[in-house]
C-alpha cells in the first residue's frame, strides 16, 4: 500500500440501505481516475454506521470491482469482532486489513501492542495500524508503531493525526522494516511525503482522485515543489470536506461532479443548500 489511497464513501439510497449499483460504479469511476489503492469501510465510508454482514457485503463488492489493491477497514471495539472482521475481508478478496485503534474504552499503549501483535499473528492477511485521534481519543506513540513495525504481518499505518511531528517520527522509527508510513490528511500529504511518509489515505480523493494522485505523483518524480504547491490549492476543499462538513460535506462535494456518492445514513443529514453551493464552488477552484 503506496501511493495514493482513497477511503471510499459508501452510496446509500434514499431509504438509508446500501445502493450497490451506485458501489459498482463509483469504484469504476475512482480507480480510472488513477489511485493506488482504496480503502473501503473506514471512517469515511460511514463504517460505524453499518451492520456487520453490510460492512462484508462493501468490502465483497469493492474487492471484486476493484483493478487496485484494496485496505479493508476491519476494526471494532473488541478484539474478537476484530479478527472476524479481518478474516471476512480476507476470504472477501482484501489484500490487507486496517485496523482503528479499539475505541469507546481507553486503552494504554501496552494493551494497544498486545492487541495488534496478537491480531498480526492470526489475520490471513496483513494487517495496517489507524491512529485517528479525532474519533478514537487515542494516538498510537511512534514507539509503540516501531515496535509492531517488524512484524511480518503488519504493513504500515495510516496516521489520521494531523501531526506532521509525531509522522516525521513514526517513519523515521520504521524505515529499515518493511513498513508504509501513510499520511491521513490531505492538507499535509505533500509534507508528509517530505517527512518520510510511503502515500496517504485521503478523503479529499473521493473529490478530486486525478489532483490528489498527482501530488504524490509530482513528488516521486522529484518535483517536490510542484507538489507542496497542488498541495496548498486544494487546502480549503480538503478542510471542507473534512473539518468544517464531514461525511455530509464530502458526499455533497462527490455530487457536484455527478460522482455516484449517494445519500448519507442517519444520524448524520445532508449539508443544506447554502453549504452545498460552496462545496461545488470550492470543487470547481480546486479543478
Given at each position: 500500500m503506496q501511493g495514493t489511497g482513497l477511503p471510499l464513501v459508501t452510496p446509500f439510497d434514499e431509504a438509508g440501505d446500501v445502493d450497490e449499483p451506485a458501489l459498482r460504479a463509483l469504484v469504476d469511476r475512482v480507480t480510472d481516475a488513477g489511485v493506488d489503492f482504496i480503502v473501503p469501510c473506514g471512517s469515511n465510508s460511514e463504517a460505524p454506521l453499518l451492520t456487520a454482514a453490510e460492512r462484508r457485503r462493501v468490502v465483497e463488492i469493492v474487492a471484486d470491482r476493484s483493478d487496485v489493491p484494496v485496505l479493508a477497514g476491519t476494526g471494532q471495539p473488541g478484539y474478537r469482532e476484530t479478527l472476524a472482521d479481518t478474516e471476512a475481508a480476507g476470504a472477501a478478496g482484501a489484500d490487507a486489513a486496517l485496523v482503528v485503534t479499539p475505541y469507546y474504552f481507553r486503552h494504554d499503549q501496552r494493551a494497544l501492542a498486545s492487541y495488534y501483535r496478537d491480531l498480526a499473528d492470526e489475520s490471513p492477511i496483513r494487517v495496517y495500524l489507524y491512529s485517528v485521534p479525532k474519533y478514537t481519543e487515542t494516538a498510537l506513540d511512534p514507539r509503540t508503531v516501531e515496535s509492531l513495525a517488524t512484524h511480518p504481518n503488519v504493513g504500515g499505518i495510516k496516521?489520521?493525526?494531523g501531526n506532521l511531528e509525531r509522522l516525521q517520527r513514526t517513519a523515521a522509527m520504521t524505515e529499515d522494516a518493511d513498513f508504509s508510513a501513510l499520511v491521513g490528511s490531505?492538507?499535509?500529504?505533500?509534507?508528509?511525503?517530505?517527512?518520510?511518509?510511503?502515500?496517504?489515505?485521503?478523503a479529499l480523493a473521493n473529490v478530486v482522485?486525478?489532483?490528489?494522485?498527482?501530488?504524490?505523483d509530482r513528488h516521486t518524480e522529484g518535483d517536490a515543489d510542484g507538489a507542496r504547491d497542488l498541495n496548498r490549492s486544494l487546502v480549503e476543499l480538503n478542510r471542507a470536506v473534512t473539518a468544517r462538513y464531514g461525511v455530509p460535506g464530502l458526499k455533497a462535494a462527490m455530487r457536484s461532479r455527478s460522482l455516484p456518492a449517494g445519500h448519507v445514513r442517519r444520524p448524520f443529514r445532508p449539508v443544506d443548500e447554502d453549504a452545498a453551493t460552496e462545496l461545488a464552488e470550492l470543487v470547481e477552484a480546486a479543478r
Open positions: 496516521d489520521s493525526s490531505g492538507s499535509i500529504y505533500a509534507a508528509g511525503l517530505d517527512h518520510g511518509a510511503a502515500g496517504g489515505v485521503l482522485p486525478g489532483l490528489a494522485s498527482d501530488i504524490y
